[in-house]
């Protein structure tokens, strides 16, 4: 144990070469002392190690909580993204049927048949966008710009009626009041009032004037034969986008006419006379047919 203390001691220059010669492997030994004493002993600088430490804690600290905002951030995307979609409003008209949608701004839009129409009703206030597959009128009230896009091509306006068809390649656009712009591809063109334009594949293939005041398969009346009253109650609230509660009624009546889709007063006069009933007002979008009580 002693020699081993020595060779320390020689190692670190305590001894002299004497006290450690008969040491086994000695020359080797030495040869190793030698060639370390060209080695330079680094300078331990406190205050600079501490430095370091603190430096890399810190970054530490700034890395997981630049991962927090990140992780955050994502979190409100996801939630925007999902109240977006779920706040979206989808319509599809059936074949040989219409329907009619009311916005939230009371602009009003029929589908022809076979048609879809989507809009957002959670940003509506902010943005007036909606997306049309097929063929559709509008009535657009006055606000901030109110934008359809299609597969095809997008028309923009104010406030203003016009209608739209996109299908297959063929884009059709006629505007029945004010004026509006229409883009396809990398054409854009300003209509206004009784004007109409077509383009195929992107690319415009007529121009021309009407003279009409509203699409010419738009019906403005529904017509019944023998239908039963829920049957006709159930086309009003779809022409209308409102609500009637017909409970108190007798649900065996049927009715034979014609009711007017555009006008909501005509339709319950009618109503009213011909099965001798009454109604009451809850808002308006809704409605109770009652028994007439003077009967």
Avoid at 3 to 13: C, F, H, I
Avoid at 63 to 75: D, G
Avoid at 77 to 86: C, D, E, Q, R
Wanted: hydrophobic share 40%; with cysteine; net charge positive.
């Amino acid at each position: 144990m002693k020699q081993k203390y020595n060779l320390a001691d020689w190692l670190d220059g305590k001894v002299d070469d004497e006290a450690v010669q008969n040491t086994k492997g000695f020359d080797t030994l030495k040869k190793i002392k030698m060639y370390s004493a060209h080695f330079q002993k680094p300078e331990f600088k406190k205050d600079e190690v501490y430095k370091a430490i603190e430096k890399k804690k810190s970054s530490h600290r700034k890395t997981k909580f630049n991962w927090s905002i990140a992780a955050s951030i994502l979190l409100i995307i996801g939630v925007s993204a999902l109240v977006f979609t779920l706040s979206n409003k989808d319509f599809t008209s059936k074949i040989n049927s219409q329907e009619t949608v009311l916005l939230p701004d009371d602009s009003k839009v029929i589908l022809a048949q076979n048609s879809k129409f989507q809009f957002n009703n959670w940003f509506w206030s902010f943005d007036r966008t909606t997306k049309l597959f097929g063929k559709a009128y509008f009535d657009v009230a006055k606000g901030k710009t109110f934008t359809v896009k299609t597969d095809l091509g997008t028309v923009q306006v104010l406030g203003t009626r016009f209608g739209v068809e996109s299908r297959d390649s063929i884009f059709k656009v006629v505007c029945y009041e004010g004026s509006v712009r229409v883009t396809s591809l990398e054409n854009e063109i300003i209509l206004e009032k009784d004007q109409f334009v077509a383009f195929q594949n992107g690319r415009k293939v007529v121009q021309s004037n009407v003279y009409i005041d509203q699409p010419d398969w738009i019906s403005t009346k529904n017509v019944f034969k023998n239908a039963p009253l829920s049957e006709v109650i159930l086309q009003l609230e779809k022409d209308y986008t409102i609500e009637i509660d017909i409970s108190k009624l007798n649900q065996n009546e049927h009715f034979t006419g014609s009711l007017p889709s555009d006008n909501l007063s005509l339709a319950l006069d009618i109503l009213v006379k011909t099965y001798h009933i009454n109604f009451k007002v809850v808002n308006k979008n809704k409605f109770i047919f009652v028994e007439d009580e003077t009967r």
